[in-house]
């Protein structure tokens, strides 16, 4: 299925800068395959205008395809349909109303700390009548949701370094490779240029499914084979990116398991390497956070913290999740921008991260509203 993406023999990068002699210490230079987009035109066998077609054409997809709501992702999630049958079924003001608030929030992954505290104020409040009927009690935990998030609101910038490296790490299966894929698309429709370095070396496929996306965005892909070093790859990637004088270079990794120690100083060893030719890069380590996984969540974060020095968090699958409200238990735990949130499969379902947006396709704007 993918052998058009059968690598010529490898050759350097036109350009590109010498390899690092103490690099070596690190990560043995390796001969780095650069893949320019559509990856396929290096094969004569594949019919590259088919190729090209196949490109505009998911673009063209992409860009008439009607972008929906926050709402309109959100508002089929668990999360918030249960919500939403807290409201319905409890029109009046009690204990059995709040309690089920509580059991809803928890069970949504929100948190037991968190949870008790938004609870206890609204049990308060609700004490000294401070609410007219349920529609005021429903706009006050509106209010105190948002504020919870407002804090972790901050967008990425990508500009005043060149190359801008990002380095994208997560576990397996949390979407991280289509994250990347996303980013690319999101970073080209800027305006800015864009080189990816497959640094997944391990996982079967992982690679291809990088260079799949390059093609499809007109994305250049550094590439060795099966089993290399990531760290080398990702060195030869910079390398390049600063001959080429290209903005942003968005670095894959791994799929590594949190409670694997000697997986997690890997990524310490990118650092490190990355180091030799930019003491300040990464720029940015983006964890991509899978929203279905609820409060383990919680220890991957931290274990990625601890390895590499996490700088923000990409949310995925909250479209369809019953366990979204993990993303107040890591505003509140640990305070790290959520720079993205994953709303869809397409390409613009990756949006920069919006508290008050986020919250209102949870909640209704008023009892009587779209859930």
């Known amino acids: ?63 008439d395809a009607p972008k929906r709501s926050w709402r309109e992702r959100l508002a089929g999630s668990g999360f918030a349909r249960g919500l939403a049958a807290v409201f319905r079924r409890n029109p009046v003001l009690d204990d059995a109303f709040l309690d089920e608030l509580e059991t809803c929030l928890i069970g949504a992954d929100v948190g037991v700390a968190t949870t008790t505290a938004l609870v206890d104020d609204l049990r308060r409040r609700v004490g000294k009548r401070e609410f007219a009927d349920a529609g005021a009690l429903l706009a006050r935990l509106r209010e105190e949701l948002v504020g919870l998030l407002r804090p972790v609101e901050r967008p990425l910038d990508v500009g005043g370094r060149t190359p801008f490296v990002l380095l994208v790490v997560g576990v397996n299966g949390v979407g991280k490779t289509t994250t990347i894929g996303k980013l690319a698309h999101r970073f080209r429709a800027q305006g800015r240029s864009v080189l990816l370095a497959a640094g997944d070396t391990f996982r079967a496929a992982a690679v291809e499914q990088l260079q799949a996306w390059g093609a499809r965005n007109q994305v250049p892909v550094i590439a060795q084979g099966s089993g290399a070093d990531s760290a080398s790859v990702i060195f030869d990637a910079l390398q390049t990116a600063r001959s080429r ?85 890591l505003a509140r735990e640990f305070g790290l921008p959520i720079r993205y949130v994953g709303l869809g499969e397409q390409a613009t379902d990756l949006r920069e991260f919006d508290a008050a947006a986020f919250v209102d396709g949870l909640l209704p704007a008023a009892l009587g509203g779209d859930a």
């Not at 670095?251 to 030719?277: C, F, N, P, W, Y």
């Open 245 to 329: 004088g290209t903005d942003v270079l968005v670095a894959d990794t791994a799929g590594r398991l949190h409670t694997q120690s000697g997986l997690m100083d890997e990524l310490a060893k990118i650092r490190r390497v990355l180091g030799k030719l930019d003491p300040e890069a990464p720029h940015e380590v983006l964890l991509v956070i899978d929203g279905t996984t609820g409060q383990n969540a919680i220890s991957q974060t931290r274990q990625f913290r601890d390895a590499i020095g996490v700088t923000g968090l990409v949310v995925t699958k909250l479209d369809g999740t019953a366990k979204g409200g993990v993303v107040f238990a």
């Open 1 to 63: 299925m993918l052998k058009f993406w059968k690598k010529k023999p490898a050759e350097p990068a036109t350009g590109a800068a010498p390899q690092a002699e103490d690099a070596s210490q690190d990560a043995a230079p390796v001969p780095v395959a650069v893949e320019e987009a559509p990856a396929a035109a290096a094969d004569p066998a594949v019919d590259t205008t088919a190729v090209a077609d196949a490109a505009a054409a998911v673009e063209s997809a992409a860009a």
